[in-house]
């Protein structure tokens, strides 16, 4: 829940209109004729830079069979190219003193390299490369594959709490591609083959699907000129997205028990909410924001105080909700119970907390105090590049405009205490709800641990 | 808009504990002293000089706690940290008591019970927290430099520091959670394994013990307990503030001297125990019920300011610490598909940290994984780094330091290590000029001096049973 509750507030501090201290620097845009969108965030305080390119693909494009496909097919884009061999692409950012790395989910896949402010063009060169001439090697690939099986082993089978929402989403999504998991299901990577990341790659891995973002230490009119030289060669590709496997209406509560080696039980609820871009009225991802925050928005918000500190039925709690995402998606609650509780007492808790959200409006000083962490939270950010390059990249990946940056805090800001009733009420109703429980089962440490053993030096096990 | 668990999943393992979390912010349940720690490892690890490597003033507030402050004019806040060296080696028989007593901190302080104080600071927009990790306690808060905020805060955190409540029904709720959360590491391979590591590693040092305690310690503080540990080490002269943020100098020292004013002067704690190197080799195999087997393998490695610091650190990063270009990452994940992760690092400490290794494979290739762990030491041990592998290395350290101190958040946590481990002011300015003088020679030499592969604690968790028990027959 930790991994909950830290996303949700990043939400919240995400997208927030500067201060009137501070203008935030312009953001410029280009497109090439191929297409590639680039978006240009000068800052200079510090002589780095972060380049990001974040390509429209992700688990939510993947259909059954091949679940997990974007993820490998992203460990992939690290194992060699026509020009570079596999880890050479690493190898050369790190050489420029350069961090690296990449990310898959739900909507998007996403590259990026922070460099010293004089390195850009390693960046692009890389970047360029791989974006239209990834070698995909029987051999690489099946070597690749067996890490991200491990991967699939270390992040969610042998982590209970992981497991759980894994099955929970699977559960709560009748017909979204959200069920899916981004790493995808375990016998999806058996029969992956390489032929299948072929062509994934060239359906998805072409500029006119990418959105470059550089922000830092740079001169916009230079990056341009430069990305005009590394990109601007490269061939647009046919894009088109899938039809959508829209979630049919929820016809009930849903719930499902997970059974998993486990010390303590964990509740999972989700109530399905839409998304900016199919809410019934605009406001309402925005209410569904502030609401998240009322409950969970630090120490001081609701869940803590009235459900840890207060009756103290929950060890931890926490509320979780973003507005932007490409597909509707869940207002999620999570909690393990405190000593001497059950999971029906924290559910309980939890499901009288949304009926007070429901029956009265919240108080004004909540509300105030939400949007002043929001404010705060928007200086606060300025102080890490990565994360202002990320939101753009987002947005645009998402397939939103990333101008809904700048409307953000006045749309949060504009919610009512009536709006935040009617969304708890329209949205946070049983029918609409699934309920997952991990039922702890004995873990093999239950048996008293061997006692160390001296080796005598370990040439024996070596 | 990171929506719940649904990701994003990342591609290379983050380095552990080196990386930044790509989710910043956000509040941690559970056992807080543990994030605490891990952010405090990032520091000192990897600066070097470029250009504007970050001014450092430095003095004495009245309290006696020695301030270090970096003037950050751009942003319209201020982060601060106060460290005491009061980390869980100063816990004697109470493992936890530490961590518990940092966690208690923001429960209760002054006139104010913990609702009041969460609302204090988040109706200004600020943020707090104290943990301990093993040689440090550390209470953060970062603020919006206007009025009326930053005067909130700075009586907030000096109220804090000082006059902490410790109410007994707080400490009865922070207990119970706190063994709630003790069970759940239990749940964790790595964290079983850790735990255990350090157990074979540090032996009767205090180094051994887990900042987050025992269930039985846990169970057994009292109140006193805690106010005692208070009263001795939350002291002007044991503790070091850092400051960066948009303040001058002016008014640096008078937030220092606020944060501080309500601790008396006190005395440092006498310097913490030698650590004993190993004099065996030793295997624990933790049965657990997992998909995979954690293996991790450790040693007493190095201190803070250890004249083998710089050979160390830049070997390591060659060998274990570069993330998806270290040696480990080629033999075991590049070249063999076994691991999603492996890694080195040295944690330097006041007295010698562990020196570790580690991987995750299913279990039943955890032997052969192991296998390839503990040659490529040797091998790394027996050769030296190439000459390639070395530039490169210098490369990576030396051009990557500007990333290293973008942010007043890195900044910070920089002056809190150089601070409280005396480590000189110009540390910063000399660390990449003292990295281009490292030779091969000089790591291989190192390496042979301070790693020891025949005296390994090893420690591996899962279904591997079967596995550990031929092992151990072998080697007797």
């Known amino acids: 829940m930790?991994?909950?509750?830290?996303r949700r507030l990043l939400a919240v501090l995400f997208f927030l209109l500067p201060l009137a201290t501070r203008a935030a620097p312009e953001v410029q845009e280009r497109r090439l004729d191929n297409g590639l969108r680039i978006l240009v965030k000068p800052d200079h305080r510090a002589p780095i830079l972060t380049s990001q390119i974040w390509y429209r693909i992700g688990s939510s494009y993947e259909h059954g069979g091949i679940t997990g496909i974007s993820h490998v097919l992203e460990h992939m884009m690290f194992q060699g190219t026509e020009r570079f061999a596999p880890n050479e692409f690493s190898r050369i950012v790190a050489e420029n003193g350069g961090e690296e790395n990449a990310f898959t989910g739900r909507d998007y896949t996403a590259y990026y390299e922070n460099l010293a402010s004089d390195r850009l063009e390693i960046a692009f060169a890389l970047e360029s490369d791989r974006m239209r001439h990834l070698t995909l090697?029987?051999?690489?690939?099946?070597?690749?594959?067996?890490?991200?099986?491990?991967?699939?082993?270390?992040?969610?089978?042998?982590d209970p709490q992981s497991l759980t929402y894994e099955r929970f989403t699977a559960v709560a999504y009748d017909a979204s591609p959200y069920r899916n998991p981004v790493i995808g299901w375990p016998g999806d990577l058996e029969q992956l083959r390489v032929e299948d990341l072929r062509d994934w790659y060239r359906l998805w891995y072409a500029p006119n699907n990418a959105t470059l973002v550089v922000a830092g230490d740079v001169d916009p009119e230079q990056v341009f000129a430069l990305a005009e030289k590394h990109f601007g060669p490269l061939k647009a590709e046919t894009v088109t997205p899938p039809k959508t496997l829209a979630e049919p209406e929820q016809l009930g509560e849903k719930r499902l028990l997970v059974k998993a080696p486990a010390k303590e039980p964990y509740l999972l609820m989700g109530y399905k909410a839409p998304a900016v871009a199919d809410a019934d009225e605009p406001w309402e991802p925005y209410a569904l924001e502030i609401l998240a925050s009322i409950l969970d928005g630090g120490d001081s918000a609701r869940l803590a105080r009235e459900l840890v500190r207060g009756s103290q039925i929950a060890a931890s709690t926490g509320a979780s909700y973003s507005a932007f995402e490409r597909l509707p998606g869940l207002f999620l609650f999570d909690g393990v119970p405190a000593k001497g509780h059950g999971i029906v007492d924290l559910e309980q808790a939890l499901r009288d907390q949304i009926a007070r959200l429901q029956t009265e409006p919240v108080d004004a000083s909540e509300l105030e105090r939400v949007r002043t962490q929001v404010i705060a939270g928007k200086v606060y950010e300025q102080d890490a590049l990565f994360y202002q390059g990320m939101q753009l990249g987002q947005l645009e990946a998402l397939g939103l405009d990333w101008r809904l940056a700048d409307a953000y805090v006045d749309n949060l800001a504009a919610v009512t205490p009536a709006q935040i009733q009617a969304v708890a009420r329209k949205y946070l109703n049983p029918d609409r709800l699934t309920v997952a429980v991990l039922d702890p089962q004995p873990l093999a440490d239950d048996q008293p641990a061997r006692a160390p053993q001296g080796l005598g030096g370990l040439t024996h096990v070596r | 808009m990171f929506a719940e668990r649904a990701l994003p999943i990342i591609h290379g393992q983050r380095q552990p504990r080196l990386a930044k979390p790509l989710f910043p912010a956000g509040r941690g349940v559970g056992v807080r002293g543990a994030c605490l720690a891990i952010l405090l490892l990032t520091v000192g690890l990897a600066p070097g000089a470029a250009r504007a490597t970050p001014e450092i003033q430095t003095w004495q507030a009245p309290s006696g706690a020695r301030v270090l402050f970096v003037a950050a004019p751009d942003l319209p806040m201020v982060d601060v940290r106060v460290v005491f060296d009061a980390g869980s080696a100063r816990d004697?028989?109470?493992?936890?008591?530490?961590?518990?007593?940092?966690?208690?901190?923001?429960?209760?302080?002054?006139?104010?019970?913990?609702?009041?104080?969460?609302?204090?600071?988040?109706?200004?927009?600020?943020?707090?927290?104290?943990?301990?990790?093993?040689?440090?306690?550390?209470?953060?808060?970062?603020?919006?430099?206007?009025?009326?905020?930053?005067?909130?805060?700075?009586?907030?955190?000096?109220?804090?520091?000082?006059?902490?409540?410790?109410?007994?029904?707080?400490?009865?709720?922070?207990?119970?959670?706190?063994?709630?959360?003790?069970?759940?590491?239990?749940?964790?391979?790595?964290?079983?394994?850790?735990?255990?590591?350090?157990?074979?590693?540090?032996?009767?040092?205090?180094?051994?013990?887990?900042?987050a305690g025992t269930a039985a310690t846990i169970t057994a503080m009292t109140r006193e307990d805690l106010t005692d540990f208070h009263a001795r080490f939350y002291r002007g002269a044991n503790a070091v503030v850092a400051i960066v943020g948009a303040l001058d100098r002016a008014g640096a020292e008078a937030l220092a001297a606020r944060v501080t004013a309500g601790l008396a002067a006190g005395e440092r704690p006498p310097q913490l125990p030698a650590v004993a190197e190993l004099t065996d080799g030793t295997l624990e195999a933790i049965p657990f019920t997992s998909s995979q087997t954690t293996v991790l393998a450790g040693q007493p490695g190095m201190r803070r300011g250890d004249p083998d610091y710089f050979p160390l650190y830049v070997g390591n990063?060659?060998?274990?610490?570069?993330?998806?270009?270290?040696?480990?990452?080629?033999?075991?994940?590049?070249?063999?598909?076994l691991s999603y992760s492996t890694y080195s690092y040295f944690l330097p400490l006041a007295q010698p940290g562990p020196f570790l290794m580690g991987l995750q494979t299913k279990n039943a290739q955890s032997e052969q994984a192991r296998e390839v762990l503990l040659e490529t030491l040797q091998r790394f041990i027996d050769q030296g780094p190439t000459e390639q592998e070395l530039t490169a290395a210098k490369k990576n350290i030396t051009g990557g330091f500007p990333l290293r101190i973008a942010s007043n958040g890195d900044i910070v946590q920089y002056l809190a290590v150089i601070g409280f481990y005396g480590l000189p002011l110009d540390y910063l300015d000399r660390f990449t000029s003292r990295i281009e003088a490292i030779g091969a020679a000089q790591i291989r030499d190192a390496f042979a001096r301070r790693v020891h592969p025949d005296r390994l604690a090893i420690v591996t968790v899962g279904d591997n049973s079967a596995q550990a028990s031929a092992i151990s027959d072998a080697g007797e």
């Open chain 1, 137 to 158: 090697g029987e051999q690489e690939f099946a070597k690749e594959l067996e890490v991200v099986k491990e991967e699939r082993r270390m992040r969610t089978d042998d």
């Open chain 2, 317 to 337: 990063h060659i060998l274990g610490g570069s993330g998806l270009v270290s040696i480990l990452m080629n033999e075991i994940r590049e070249k063999r598909g």
């Open chain 2, 92 to 211: 004697g028989e109470r493992s936890g008591l530490a961590s518990l007593t940092a966690t208690m901190l923001t429960q209760g302080a002054g006139d104010w019970n913990a609702d009041v104080l969460a609302e204090r600071m988040e109706n200004i927009g600020a943020k707090l927290d104290a943990g301990a990790d093993r040689d440090m306690t550390s209470v953060v808060m970062r603020s919006l430099t206007r009025e009326p905020a930053l005067s909130t805060a700075v009586e907030t955190l000096a109220t804090v520091l000082a006059a902490p409540t410790f109410a007994p029904s707080d400490l009865e709720r922070i207990r119970e959670n706190r063994l709630v959360a003790l069970r759940q590491d239990q749940e964790s391979p790595k964290t079983v394994g850790q735990k255990a590591l350090y157990r074979a590693i540090f032996g009767d040092h205090p180094y051994a013990a887990d900042p």
């Open chain 1, 2 to 6: 930790q991994r909950l509750m830290k």
